[in-house]
RNA sequence: GGGCCUGUAGCUCAGGUGGUUAGAGCGCUACACUGAUAAUGUAGAGGUCCGUGGUUCGAAUCCACGCAGGCCCA
């Protein structure tokens, strides 16, 4: 019992506590000890395991933990189930990489089934490293059977859900303008653009380019714009209606002939220089590039709507109304000319301001006759652009010797005389996040959810949904859903979930697929319509990816073919599915599924916002019109020291394993939950956490290396705690500063803030129990005699840390372990239940006074310092004013012995030592009195002592003809006059530093007596050895210290004391005071 | 350009509902303590509480406008 366990190892000890837990199965225990309990049901959002876990997964991890282990420590039954994405294009990418193939090798070099094959493989690549690492740190979840999106009982929960979806008419197919990446061969989601670094500085060619009025040839519209590659493409422009535009005489920059030109008069300067400059085509700035100019007239966009203009590319004649100047609010003067180039097909404002104008879309006939732009989803000009056929318009190949085509573009406009300048514009693009290309906005064929429609109920809902922080349900989360826009749920990629949609070639039919038994019904049908040859439905092991399904042909209503829409979907919708699919519902498990559903927790990086926040949300609000999850914990980012994110191409990535191994696993886990708040961004700094574990580990386990020493030593047995009334005032404060404790980490753990939790327990073991309590009880733990006092400290300290542990499980659930194995309560602290606070043990007068006495001995140890003397040599006395009595009086023996102090001394009040301070309740006072009340203090400050006594036995003061009782005033002690003296706040002490030779020759004694125990530490003795003693030590000293032999001897474990006559021979090294002494030591055979 | 968050000592952070002299830990310096000793105590140095206005008797705290940084979106 009570073994020590010896200096601080953490990242060992946790190894043997993995250990135990997977030897008693610990965990699983936890759960089975609340089965039939209430449920707290809680979601892990699925990380993909085709990467190594960081240390942000820690800092979310832990946080889920940490509230999982308290809820159950809380009677919870918490049922934790892990759970893998699969899906998606982070797969897909790196599968490609491997192989080293492109997109659009897929079903042509290799085929579709090896590829899916391959992306099954890749995407559980690291789940060993994630297990582990799940394990190490001390993640219980239950990892033997986690849901994985890609099996298929977990799709046809999806199918299912997609049906709920079209049957409520929430599921359409649209073109739409999409951010595409040519590289990756995909249409983006908005979630993917929103990843962090998709939108990066770059510096694109921006130019003004001039349209020339088909009324007046003459006249030339001035348009400005940062993608030169879409001008093909032009279709129409756009103007504020309401803004003013100028017609304007100036010189064709690079031809210097004169021509006119419109733009918005705001966007004049940004262009011409100032009007008074002489009109020649000399006359152009030669710095700026700015030219002269003469304003013709005035007109506001709306007379300018429907004028027609000449395009400046004619490779495609427009099936409809194109090349006419359009009105759009969107237009402004932030930038360019208030004049903006409209390209349907490359904008989705664009798209949007051309159909509700009736402008066609500039489009070609592809070699199968299908309608396609003008540029194609490589990112290639197609033949019909004939000045560029074939060129990319970014570069998107990695070719070296790539020609940006915009530069290409602007020098034919030059020649032709229609560029009026040409910029280097720097701006905020998007690009994609796997690629690094810029991202195109390219018309794509797509499926959408219609969350718009849903936008009222999204934001009612979240309404109801607990976000810690608040502000980001309120803010961040639910601005969002009141301008969220539909979700496009296509992916034209192969690693995903199909689309579980059938149609035929026309478009007239189309049949939406809910459940496999659905499949294989409809399959029958196109089997005996002769469509199908066989229904692999048959099949137990049907496989329902692609190529698979791709295979399948339904039979539509009048028996043509109906084939499935090609796209996968959004990997974002099968961890939104989540909740249903991992129950496999509704095919299974509808009471277990309805036994947790919505969630009463989540938590994770507030990068989810938009990603899994949002989709399980709205999957949520669409079917089930209910919320997800009731609670929401939302975790900043983890940043390196200096604040920068971590990167591998900055290199300050943490390895999360590393630093487990060299710190342990719970350092890991308390430093970053009680570093910052978990919605605040962590600066992660290692020094840090090696700090925490100096600091807050290594006190606690000293403080439990303590109670065992001793312990053992006295063979101490865990006992009922004493009475109350029986036990010192210093026990009393600990017991009841331990259930505050309790209160206050409960309320912390309750209001999920474990940042508080966590810091009110460093807190009480490292000030009040290691610094105060335990400081000042030590040798109540080896004095000799085995009474019930010692025997109330040992329990005491026993049951507080006890408490401590269990506090601290569901934070660090390793050492809280062993602690609470090692003082031998029972079987694991995370079986325990979570304490409450017994408010029977709760004396808030007591801690309010242990509070104070603290602070004075503060100030006497300073009080001590001024006056050079030692703690050693003890003192006549404090003083304190006598109104301190009745709270000090208690627990002044704590005083005497922390200072070495004789008495403390009540000055009354009378006495003219102490000196009052009178100051205004400025809470009563400064409402009532308003500006007065600073004249009234300045008045109160002058006041004579004399005056100030008078007022406190009269009860109240006067001025300015009005009364003020002494409860409007505040009484402060401020100094003790005559003696040595500080203050602090509203506490002020004295100390006696009056040496009479009596104390001197007991401070001797003290001296002697430390002198002596420095050289049974330079022996090396242990604590408990006997000695005896030889001393010499010159008069006066000797004969002072005759009459204190006993208390040398009991202090020093000294058998005997021998007195030299005469210095020994050998050289002295120790002082007493400044006078050399000598001590000899020899361990003492005969114990007494 | 919009939304949200953050800004207090060299560093990491506390500072309900406005209240008197703004705090802690770490780090630094010095001294002390020594039956927890790779621990502990005391003291010192270190602050334009991001800025500017406003409300108020009184603002780190409330309001407005800025500035800087972060995240997200245009």
Not at 184 to 207: C, F, K, M, W
Not at 427 to 443: A, E, F, G, I, Q
Not at 776 to 785: I, M, P, Q, S, Y
Not at 849 to 864: G, N
């Amino acid at each position: 019992m009570w073994k020590s366990l010896g200096p601080l190892r953490l990242s060992q000890w946790e190894k043997e506590v993995l250990e135990l837990w997977r030897h008693e199965k610990t965990f699983e225990a936890s759960l089975a000890r609340r089965q039939g309990a209430p449920t707290f049901t809680f979601y892990e959002g699925p990380p993909s395991a085709n990467g190594k876990p960081g240390i942000h997964h820690v800092f979310a991890r832990t946080l889920k933990d940490l509230v999982c282990r308290y809820k159950t420590m809380r009677g919870y039954f918490v049922p934790r189930r892990a759970g893998w994405d699969t899906h998606g294009l982070p797969v897909e990418l790196a599968v490609e990489k491997e192989l080293g193939i492109r997109k659009s090798d897929i079903g042509t070099r290799i085929s579709i089934a090896d590829y899916n094959r391959a992306c099954r493989e890749a995407v559980m690549r690291y789940k060993n490293a994630w297990n582990e690492l799940t394990e190490r740190m001390g993640y219980w979840i239950d990892l033997s059977n986690p849901y994985i999106t890609f099996e298929s009982s977990y799709i046809e929960s999806v199918w299912w859900l997609l049906k709920g979806l079209y049957e409520k008419g929430l599921l359409y197919k649209d073109y739409t303008i999409q951010p595409y990446s040519p590289a990756a061969g995909t249409a983006l989601s908005q979630h993917e653009l929103n990843l962090p670094g998709a939108y990066r500085s770059v510096e694109d060619p921006s130019i003004t380019v001039q349209f020339r009025s088909q009324r007046d040839p003459q006249l030339y519209f001035l348009a400005w714009t940062t993608t030169p590659w879409t001008l093909p493409s032009n279709a129409a422009l756009a103007v504020h209606p309401e803004l003013d535009y100028a017609e304007i005489e100036t010189f064709q920059p690079y031809t210097r002939e004169p021509i006119r030109v419109v733009l918005a008069e705001g966007a004049i300067s940004r262009y011409f220089s100032h009007e008074e400059l002489p009109f020649t085509a000399e006359a152009i700035d030669r710095r700026t590039g700015k030219l002269p100019w003469r304003l013709i007239r005035r007109i506001k966009g709306r007379n300018i709507v429907n004028e027609r203009y000449e395009p400046l590319f004619r490779y495609v004649e427009p099936k409809g109304d194109a090349w006419r100047i359009i009105p759009a609010d969107f237009v402004t003067l932030e930038e360019g000319t208030g004049i903006v180039h409209i390209a349907p097909t490359f904008g989705a404002d664009d798209l949007k301001a051309a159909r509700k104008h009736g402008i066609p879309p500039i489009l070609v006939q592809d070699d199968q006759g299908t309608l396609t732009p003008l540029v194609d989803k490589e990112g290639r000009f197609v033949p019909h652009v004939t000045d560029f056929a074939g060129r990319y318009v970014k570069n998107y190949t990695n070719d070296p010797d790539y020609k940006p085509v915009d530069e290409d573009i602007a020098q034919n406009l030059r020649q032709r005389g229609l560029l009026f300048r040409k910029e280097v514009y720097r701006h905020n693009y998007p690009h994609c996040w796997r690629t690094d290309k810029p991202v195109l906005y390219y018309p794509v064929e797509a499926w959408f959810i219609r969350t718009s429609a849903l936008r009222e109920k999204l934001v009612a809902l979240n309404r109801t949904i607990e976000w810690y922080p608040p502000a980001i349900g309120e803010g961040r989360f639910g601005n969002w859903l009141e301008h969220v826009e539909d979700w496009n749920l296509s992916r034209s990629r192969f690693w995903g979930i199909p689309l579980p949609i059938w149609r035929t070639r026309d478009g007239k039919y189309e049949r939406c697929i809910g459940s496999f038994a659905e499949l294989q019904e409809a399959v029958e049908e196109a089997r005996h319509k002769g469509l199908m040859p066989h229904n692999p439905l048959d099949r137990p092991d049907f496989d329902p990816h692609r190529p698979y399904v791709d295979e399948i042909i339904l039979a539509a209503p009048d028996g043509s073919p109906m084939y499935r829409e090609p796209d996968v979907i959004d990997v974002w919708f099968d961890s939104g599915a989540m909740p249903y699919a991992q129950q496999h519902y509704p095919f299974e498990n509808q009471g277990v599924f309805w036994a947790q559903f919505p969630a009463d927790f989540i938590a994770e990086g507030i990068d989810q916002t938009r990603g899994w926040f949002y989709t399980l949300h709205a999957i949520a609000v669409a079917l089930f019109d209910t919320v997800a999850y009731r609670r929401v914990l939302v975790n900043g980012l983890v940043l390196d020291k200096e604040g920068n994110k971590m990167s591998k191409r900055l290199g300050n990535v943490i390895e999360p394993e590393e630093l487990m191994e060299k710190y342990g696993a719970d350092p890991t886990r308390w430093y970053l939950v009680s570093n910052a708040p978990p919605w605040e961004n962590v600066r992660f700094d290692e020094s840090r956490l090696a700090e925490k574990v100096r600091t807050f580990f290594g006190t606690l386990h000293n403080a439990y290396e303590f109670f065992a020493l001793y312990a053992r030593i006295d063979g101490y047995r865990p006992q009922p705690l004493p009475p109350l009334e029986s036990l010192p005032p210093i026990d009393q404060w600990v017991l009841s500063e331990t259930e505050k404790l309790t209160a206050e980490v409960t309320s912390a753990y309750e209001s999920y803030f474990p940042t508080q939790a966590a810091r009110l327990i460093e807190e009480f073991v490292i000030e009040k129990l290691s610094n105060w309590y335990i400081r000042l009880n030590r040798r109540r733990f080896w004095k000799g005699e085995k009474d019930a006092d010692k025997w109330a400290a040992f329990t005491i300290l026993r049951d507080v840390l006890g408490r401590v542990a269990q506090l601290m499980a569901p934070i660090a659930p390793f050492y809280s372990e062993l602690l609470w194995r090692h003082l031998n309560f029972s079987d694991s602290v995370h079986l325990s239940d979570f304490p409450q606070e017994n408010p029977a043990l709760r004396r808030p007068d007591l801690e309010a006074a242990m509070d104070k006495v603290r602070r004075l001995a503060s100030l006497l140890h300073s009080l001590r310092k001024r006056s050079g003397l030692r703690v050693r040599q003890p003192l006549p006395q404090a003083l304190v004013p006598a109104s301190y009595r009745s709270w000090l009086e208690p627990l002044s023996d704590l005083l005497l012995q922390e200072l070495n102090l004789k008495a403390i001394t009540y000055l009354d009040d009378h006495s003219e030592a102490v000196v009052y301070e009178l100051r205004p309740n400025y809470r009563t006072l400064g409402p009532r009195l308003g500006a007065r009340v600073s004249a009234l203090a300045s008045y109160l400050r002058q006041l004579s002592q004399k005056e100030i006594l008078n007022a406190i036995h009269q009860g109240f003061i006067q001025w300015e003809g009005e009364t003020f009782p002494l409860s409007d005033l505040e009484i402060r002690a401020q100094a003790l006059a005559g003696w040595l003296h500080a203050s602090e706040g509203e506490l002020t002490v004295a100390l006696d530093t009056r040496l009479s030779s009596e104390l001197e020759a007991e401070g001797w004694a003290r001296e002697l007596i430390h002198c002596i125990q420095l050289s049974r530490k330079e022996a090396g003795l242990e604590v408990t050895d006997r000695i005896s003693l030889s001393v010499f030590l010159p008069d006066p000293y000797r004969s002072a210290l005759q009459k204190y032999e006993p208390l040398i001897a009991q202090e020093t474990l000294a058998t005997q004391i021998a007195w030299y006559d005469a210095p020994p021979s050998e050289p002295n090294t120790v002082f007493l005071d400044t006078v050399p002494l000598h001590i000899d030591i020899s361990l003492a055979y005969e114990h007494t």
